[in-house]
Structure formats: C-alpha cells, structure tokens
C-alpha cells in the first residue's frame, strides 16, 4: 500500500518561506514520478512541480520557476518542495502525488497521470 505524507505547511507573510515535505511509503519509487500539485478554494487542482525518482529531472509550471524547487532524498524516500518568494496568490492546499506509469514525461503535469495521493498540506500567504 502506498502512502504519501505532507508536512511543512503553514502561514507566512509575503516573501517569505517553507519547505514542504512528502514522506514516501509502501514500494519502490525507483524510475518513476513525483509530482507537486495545489488547489485554492473555488479553484481547480493544478501542476506545481514534478522531480523524475531516478534521474532528477526536474519540472515546473512557470509562475513558479526562479521561486520554488523540488528536490528528493533517495535515501529517505523523501520529496521536498522549497518554496521562496511566497506570494498570497501562492494560497492553497499542496498536494504530492506519485505517479507509476511510462508516461510520467509526456503528462506530468496531468491530475490524472497519478496513481497515488498525499492528504495535502495548508500553505497560506498574507499580504
């Protein structure tokens, strides 16, 4: 049984900084993806970020290149989500996901690509 385990939300002002954590359980993670999603209220789930398990690609959607990286300890079955330059728009619930297909390059982006869920984590960013 796969498990994925969020920590590291919380309230910041604008500016400011967290890192998020996704505890990674229950099989290999080796060769395949991870991926960082967020929804606002009212809003649609949407991409992040997605880290490659093995090689260490990395992905991002643009209104968060320069401010947010992901990153991910192999040893501790880990991904992070080190998030600078927090910005109230950046308000949402952030979810982890794991994603075990061949496809994880073409749609990692993709709600759908991913086959498990973390129960997400709180970030609120105020003005």
């Known amino acids: 049984q796969v498990q994925l385990v969020e920590s590291g939300g919380g309230l910041v002002q604008a500016g400011g900084s967290l890192r998020l954590s996704c505890a990674a359980s229950g099989r290999s993670f080796s060769g395949y993806g991870m991926g960082w999603f967020r929804q606002a209220p009212g809003k649609e789930r949407e991409f992040v970020a997605a880290i490659s398990w093995t090689v260490g690609i990395t992905l991002y959607t643009d209104s968060v290149k320069g401010r947010f990286t992901i990153s991910r300890d192999n040893a501790k079955n880990t991904v992070y989500l080190q998030m600078n330059s927090l910005q109230p728009e950046d308000t949402a619930v952030y979810y982890c996901?794991?994603?075990?297909?061949?496809?994880?390059?073409?749609?990692?982006?993709?709600?759908?690509?991913?086959?498990?869920w973390g129960q997400g984590t709180q970030v609120t960013v105020s003005s």
């Open positions: 996901a794991a994603d075990f297909s061949v496809n994880f390059y073409r749609n990692y982006a993709k709600v759908d690509e991913y086959d498990y």
